[in-house]
Nanobody, 126 residues
């Protein structure tokens, strides 16, 4: 069992930055791939990017590449989503998710993930 808890959300003006944290507990963290998703009101949950467990490969979707970066600190069992140059359209609830993986994969489908955090709200004002 893995428990995930996001933090770091809040309200920020357009152009600002936030760093979201996803703290994991319960199992060996580096055996899990982590993904970040977001869901705006009335929309589906969208994949933002992820980081693999065993190789620390990262991927972010094209629409946020250059503004968002993902990293992890295995010693702290924490994965981060650094968000810069935020835009009003980035407003959403942000979730982290984990799946056990030893192959270095990054999964884009939310259905691939076993564990989810409760989400943290990010609001970007214009």
């Amino acid at each position: 069992q893995v428990q995930l808890e996001e933090s770091g959300g809040g309200m920020v003006q357009s152009g600002g930055s936030l760093r979201l944290s996803c703290a994991a507990s319960g199992r060996t963290f580096n055996n899990y791939g982590l993904g970040w998703f977001r869901q705006a009101p009335g929309k589906e949950r969208d994949f933002i990017g992820g980081i693999s467990g065993s190789t620390d490969n990262t991927y972010v979707r094209a629409s946020v590449k250059g503004r968002f970066t993902i990293s992890r600190d295995n010693a702290k069992n924490t994965v981060y989503l650094q968000m810069n140059s935020l835009k009003p359209e980035d407003t959403a609830v942000y979730y982290c998710a984990a799946v056990r993986d030893r192959y270095g994969n990054i999964y884009r489908d939310p259905g691939s993930y076993t564990y989810w955090g409760q989400g943290t709200q990010v609001t970007v004002s214009s």
